[in-house]
């Protein structure tokens, strides 16, 4: 018998099964009723009782190898089964987390929209510029003072260019390949070279609008600016116009809207005047009309101007500038409903 044992061993340590029939016949064989061990479990009453001690254990053994084997092989053919070795398919895919759209896309959208419904369109222009699109064909004279307003980045080697300072030299780049009327909207990014802190950066974002036709006049422009700003901030908001000083407009203006955080009572943000600015504007100056090629004696149109994070502000009051572009996603999250 021991023999018998020692021999079922030896091909248990060998059996294979290339498929789940074959691994199903060797279970039939060694491990069923009927099976090989069985059948020497049956014969172990006839051994003689000084031998049954050793025999049980080898029978024990082949017993427990057998079961082994086959549930190893087994294990085999279902991880081979999917297709994909140590792959689990049944396990939940990771989580996709959607983005939001950041708050300067946001509140320019919004400014596109208010100015689309007026029946302007949008018109984009390089950020690389030259100094005639960003300066001269506005009517900065050359070594005028006015060219400091604005801290200009230029390229070292070619001074001619550098990087806009302002989206109004998207102004120029349409009126000099297109005829009035002319009704555009610029939004883009702009480069100064400012100190980087909560209050300033190197890079923001601005719109500008132009509008050229025939008999436009001021009126035009302060009712754009009323609409526009009552549409932004609420219907209660009001405007202010204040004289000011840009060399592409004259008369120019800059433009506050009564505060709409402590609603024109005065707080800290409005330094306690109920106001706040938030653009510039004018009448198109017949310098640059000329320049770029329309006639001023026939056309004339307004333009404004403003910074998109300035107005994301004063809709949101963000504290700090940096935050929008530091891709702080916990930062971006908040404004997840606000579109
Ligand atoms: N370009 C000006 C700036 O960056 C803003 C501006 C003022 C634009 C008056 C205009 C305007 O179109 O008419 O400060």
Known sequence: MIAKIEQLLKEVEALHASNAEELEALRIKFLSKKGAINDLMADFRNVAA???KEVG???NELKTKAQDKINALKEQFESQDNGCDGLDLTRSAYPVKLGTRHPITIVKNEVIDIFARLGFSIAEGPEIEDDWHVFSALNFAEDHPARDMQDTFFIEAHPDV???????SVQTRVMETSKPPIRIICPGRVYRNEAISYR???FFHQVEALYIDKDVSFTDLKQALLLFAKEMFGADTK??????YFPFTEPSAEMDISCNICGGKGCPFCKHTGWVEILGCGMVDPNVLESNGIDSKVYSGYAL???IERITNLKYQVKDLRMFSENDTRFLKEFEAAY
């Open 162 to 168: 550098v990087l806009r300072t302002h989206t109004s």
């Open 305 to 307: 101007g403003m910074g």
């Open 200 to 202: 300033a950066h190197c």
């Open 57 to 59: 254990m080898r029978l």
């Open 239 to 244: 405007i202010r116009l204040r004289p000011s």
């Open 50 to 52: 000084e031998q049954k």
